[in-house]
């Protein structure tokens, strides 16, 4: 199975990302974190992107935020399929995180989860790796139905108070 990657701009970030890290670890999916910085690493983080997919990698998720050019950076550098995070915070709680996720050239694509949504970068980045991987498609369907039950459990219970 390939791993995922995930980088993150700060060790600031690292209560966003557990999420991701969590939800890979249910998944049995493989995974590598660490931090580079789109600025103040750039060496480092382009090196990691440029040699991920020789180093077993099948997607990188890069989580930032503020400016957030991460993503991005690494997009430039690999064919790999990105997923930004683009966290919360700063000046304006997000959004500039948001919108250098998001706003990308022609050419260089980074799927973008909603504002710290570390949990749905991982299962995209499961989603990706299951198109060649029928276990982990299976996985996937299962925690969709498990996930199904618990909505439909609290339906239940509403239904039942009101």
Do not use: C, Q, W
């Given at each position: 199975m390939k791993k995922v990657g995930i980088i993150m701009g700060s060790d600031s970030?690292?209560?966003?990302?557990?999420?991701?890290?969590?939800?890979?670890?249910?998944?049995?999916?493989?995974?590598?974190?660490?931090?580079?910085?789109?600025?103040?690493?750039?060496?480092?983080?382009?090196?990691?992107?440029?040699?991920?997919?020789?180093?077993?990698?099948?997607?990188?998720?890069?989580?930032?935020?503020?400016?957030?050019?991460?993503?991005?950076?690494?997009a430039a550098n690999t064919t790999l399929p990105v997923i930004g995070i683009p966290c919360k915070g700063g000046m304006m709680d997000g959004l500039d995180a948001l919108l250098s996720t998001v706003q990308m050239p022609t050419g260089i694509p980074v799927a973008t989860v909603a504002l710290n949504g570390a949990a749905n970068a991982a299962l995209l980045a499961a989603q990706i790796i299951a198109v060649d991987d029928k276990e982990l498609a299976d996985k996937l369907d299962a925690k969709r139905r498990a996930d199904a039950a618990v909505v439909l459990e609290k339906d239940k219970g509403i239904s039942e108070r009101l």
């Open positions: 970030d690292l209560p966003i990302v557990k999420k991701a890290t969590d939800m890979l670890k249910s998944l049995d999916i493989p995974f590598e974190v660490h931090v580079y910085s789109a600025h103040r690493t750039p060496v480092e983080a382009r090196d990691f992107a440029l040699n991920a997919r020789d180093n077993g990698f099948g997607v990188i998720i890069a989580a930032a935020g503020m400016a957030a050019h991460l993503a991005g950076a690494i």
